[in-house]
């Protein structure tokens, strides 16, 4: 069974740093893209920043410039650095991993989630 193990959550202080961290243990196999998406109360979850296997990125809108996303393959680890935080960027943070294949003309797809990790920003 995957799972997601968070960390790297926490309190900080506006303009301040943190770096999230997640693994995946229990797949036996690589994942096409591995992302982290934020909840905030009362908000919708939104895309924080993912990556592809090959090392492609995207980002949210308010987030480039800011934050950085990178990934381990070999560990099926994805990590988020997050600089100049601000107190809008409070949230829970969930990783989240995603993998396609195709078998006998199929394709599949399947979504693997972390359970979160808060990450408050103080003004």
């Known amino acids: 069974q995957v799972q997601l193990v968070e960390s790297g959550g926490g309190l900080v202080q506006a303009g301040g740093s943190l770096r999230l961290s997640c693994a995946a243990s229990g797949s036996g196999f690589s994942f096409n893209t591995m992302a982290w998406y934020r909840q905030a109360p009362g908000k919708q979850r939104e895309l924080v920043a993912g990556?592809?296997?090959?090392?492609?990125?995207d980002y949210g809108e308010s987030m480039k410039g800011r934050f950085t996303i990178s990934r381990d393959n070999a560990e099926n680890a994805v990590y988020l650095q997050m600089n100049s935080l601000k107190p809008e960027d409070t949230a829970v943070y969930y990783c989240?991993?995603?993998?396609?294949?195709?078998?006998?003309?199929?394709?599949?797809?399947?979504?693997?989630w972390g359970q979160g990790t808060q990450v408050t920003v103080s003004s």
């Open positions: 989240n991993a995603h993998r396609r294949f195709t078998i006998l003309g199929r394709t599949r797809e399947y979504d693997y």
């Open positions: 990556i592809s296997s090959g090392g492609i990125t």
